[in-house]
């Protein structure tokens, strides 16, 4: 009986041990986490803190005993101490022993807590685990002024939700806009409006963060470049780092961004063991340089591609091209090359804009979506764009991704044709605005 | 895994090249940005060794041609194991 285990019990993790028994009963699939839980949704931590979601309960995908009855050996709460790749066994932290023929790394991420004084005071907390999450909950109730650090995704989940408890919140980030790694300043202005008009944020943007000080080991103020926030809580949305150290220990190699380094098939140079999710290095499908993917749609399809070839399948994994999105009432999304990464890298592009509406003009529901696309001027090949706007987004951002991946052109995307009806789409697209938009600047 | 960390795992030289140079051009493009955006963005604030990388890299970096660069990129940070195909099903 082939054995296989899986250490870590996140989206890669389970999407791998359950593709494994599903593919082949006979196998012998062992999962291991440290957590009490496998199988849940982070991302949705902050739409429970801001009662979008009502309870925790929703945030998981199935309970436990749903893994046991598919057949997979599942071992929570134990913490792996190290791997014996010559006898090719797996110890815990207690004496247990996991033999294995393969294995696979599902070790995802961590948070780097910042060198910053004062950094381990009560109220100075990290977003991840739904069991902390859970025992946050209810101490919000007493907060009543909260400091967000860093406007990466987690960072607008949390500083959209936090206001709605009441809680004053405050956003510190050394950028110059939400989500600057990857999004425009221009493209992020009307989420910015909405978060200070309707929601009251207060942005401190070209901010550094610089230490805490409390009373009584709890947090009274935060320290910024720009002066001094006093707060109940501050929530840090620290650099993440893959979680290599165990396969780090067994020879596996890691590369420039600091994850495991796989093949198309997420096998790593270690015969016999793969790697999946957070914890690997991705290749982008446009730079063909590896970067490090933190969401859980990569993490799931990598996991479950992992446990198929542990299993004894073939499959492969393509290059990236990174739909995003992200809001609520104004919504916001993209793919692969904003305007800065693109003025950042030194690449030569055109830029595309329009503004339209998402429904008929006549109809209650329509919207207006702003779209930003980026062009090879060469070739005219889109190589990324941005939508900021009403619903319509998320999907404008998975289209975009793939006509990308398709090597779509300006004067294809010119011509599209879309769906006209009046609740749900305009009689014209603004994609094929934005694209004639950029064909004008080349001829122009 | 826990969920935070103090002692990361030490860099190597490549992914501390990587970091910081990434950073640094981000937060240039950025600056320009505010510039050609007036009004949408705040300067983003400077970090420690900026002022070096502005001296020895950033001329260098800025005179390299992009398809140079990005054989450049590809050479430094890509490992054998990761020429992924685009179309790996067409290889079935």
Redesign the interface.
Same mark, same amino acid.
């Given at each position: 009986m082939k054995r296989i285990v899986v250490i870590?019990g996140g989206s890669a993790g389970t999407g791998a041990a359950t593709i494994a028994v599903q593919r082949d009963r006979s196998l012998d699939v062992t999962l291991i986490t440290?957590f009490e839980d496998i199988a849940y949704s982070p991302c949705g931590i902050p739409y429970v803190f801001g009662r979008e979601i009502e309870k925790f309960d929703g945030l998981f995908l199935q309970p436990l005993e749903f893994y046991a009855e598919m057949g997979i050996n599942l071992r929570t709460e134990t913490v792996v101490d190290r791997v014996d790749i010559g006898r090719r066994v797996v110890h815990s932290t207690v004496g247990e022993e996991f033999p294995f023929d393969e294995l696979i790394f599902c070790?995802?991420?961590?948070?780097?807590?910042p060198?910053l004084p004062n950094v381990g005071l009560d109220g100075i907390v990290?977003i991840?685990?739904i069991r902390?999450a859970m025992e946050l909950d209810p101490k919000l109730d007493d907060v009543k002024r909260a400091v967000v650090w860093q406007a990466k995704p987690l960072g607008v989940e949390l500083i959209e939700a936090l206001p709605r408890r009441g809680i004053e919140t405050h956003l510190v980030d050394?950028?110059?806009?939400l989500l600057?790694?990857f999004a425009?300043?221009?493209m992020?202005?009307p989420l910015q409006q909405h978060l200070v008009d309707e929601l009251g944020v207060k942005l401190h943007?070209?901010?550094?963060l610089t230490g805490f000080d409390g009373r009584d080991g709890r947090l009274t103020t935060v320290r910024t470049?720009g002066g001094d926030i006093e707060a109940d809580m501050a929530f840090l949305v620290?650099p993440t780092?893959p979680?290599?150290?165990?396969a780090?220990s067994i020879g596996v190699?890691?590369?420039?961004?600091?994850a495991i380094?796989?093949?198309?098939q997420m096998?790593t140079?270690v015969d016999g063991v793969f790697a999946a999710g957070a914890c690997v290095?991705t290749?982008h499908?446009l730079?063909?340089?590896?970067i490090h993917l933190i969401p859980g749609t990569y993490a799931y399809t990598q996991g479950r591609l992992a446990g198929a070839n542990a299993a004894g399948a073939s499959e492969?994994?393509?290059?990236v091209y990174v739909p995003w999105g992200l809001g609520a009432a104004v919504q916001v999304g993209g793919a692969l090359v904003s305007?800065?990464?693109a003025?950042?890298?030194?690449?030569?592009y055109v830029v595309g804009k329009a503004t339209g509406i998402t429904a008929a003009r006549y109809h209650p529901a329509h919207e207006q979506m702003h779209v930003k696309l980026l062009a090879d001027p060469d070739t005219r090949r889109v190589i990324g764009g941005q939508f900021t706007g009403g619903d319509g987004v998320k999907e404008r951002a998975d289209f975009l991704a793939f006509a990308i991946?398709k090597g779509t052109t300006l004067e294809e995307l010119a011509t599209m044709e879309n769906v006209y009806s009046p609740p749900i789409g305009a009689l014209g697209e603004p994609i094929a605005a934005a694209a004639k938009d950029a064909l004008s600047r080349l001829v122009g | 895994?826990?969920?935070?960390? #103090?002692s !990361? *795992?030490r860099?190597?030289l490549?992914?501390r090249f990587?970091s910081l140079t990434?950073a640094y051009?981000?937060y240039?493009?950025?600056?320009?940005?505010?510039r050609r955006?007036p009004?949408?963005? #705040?300067? !983003? *604030?400077p970090?420690r060794g900026y002022g070096l990388l502005a001296v020895f890299f950033l001329p260098g970096?800025?005179l390299?041609p992009?398809a140079i660069?990005?054989r450049l990129?590809?050479a430094?940070?890509?490992?054998p *194991?990761?020429h992924?195909?685009?179309?790996?099903?067409e290889n079935r």
């Open positions: 870590g440290e070790t995802g991420w961590e948070y780097e807590v060198d990290y991840k685990n902390r050394s950028g110059g806009w600057s790694e425009d300043a221009d992020m202005e943007f070209g901010t550094h470049s620290a780092l979680a290599t150290g165990l780090k190699e890691t590369g420039s961004t600091g380094v796989v093949d198309n096998r140079s290095e290749m499908g730079l063909n340089i590896p492969t994994y393509p290059p305007e800065t990464l003025q950042a890298t030194g690449m030569k991946r | 895994m826990p969920i935070t960390t #103090t !990361p *795992a860099p190597s490549v992914q990587r990434e051009l981000l240039v493009a950025q600056k320009e940005m505010v955006y009004g949408a963005g #705040t300067p !983003p *604030a970090k970096f800025k390299t992009w660069k990005k990129l590809s430094l940070f890509r490992r *194991a990761q992924w195909p685009d179309k790996p099903w």
